[in-house]
Nanobody, 124 residues
Framework: QVQLVESGGGLVQAGGSLRLTCAAS????????MAWFRQAPGAEREFVAA????????TYTDSVKGRFTISRDNAKNTLYLQMNSLKPEDTAVYYC?????????????????WGQGTQVTVSS
């Protein structure tokens, strides 16, 4: 069982930056492919970015390419999402999630473990 705890959300003006952090409870963190999803009020949970267990490969949804960067530090059991040039449409609860074998899947059903989420609000 992997426990995931997100932090780093908050209120920021459009054009600003935030860095989300996801701390994992297990040393086995390094065997999981990781991802970030987000969910806005009244909307479905949406894939944002993913990274392989080794950190060698990453993938992003089109709307965040060039603005967001996913990374990980396996020595610290930690996943990151650096968000730059934030837009009001990025406002959502952001979740980190883990999967053993579904790297890059854009459907939330592919993932095994979820954090509780952290709110990101971007004002115009």
């Amino acid at each position: 069982q992997v426990q995931l705890v997100e932090s780093g959300g908050g209120l920021v003006q459009a054009g600003g930056s935030l860095r989300l952090t996801c701390a994992a409870s297990e040393r086995t963190f390094s065997i999981y492919h990781m991802a970030w999803f987000r969910q806005a009020p009244g909307a479905e949970r949406e894939f944002v970015a993913a990274i392989t267990w080794s950190g060698v490969a990453t993938t992003y949804t089109d709307s965040v390419k060039g603005r967001f960067t996913i990374s990980r530090d396996n020595a610290k059991n930690t996943l990151y999402l650096q968000m730059n040039s934030l837009k009001p449409e990025d406002t959502a609860v952001y979740y980190c999630t883990a999967t053993r074998d579904r790297y890059g899947s854009t459907t939330y059903l592919s993932y095994d473990y979820w954090g509780q989420g952290t709110q990101v609000t971007v004002s115009s």
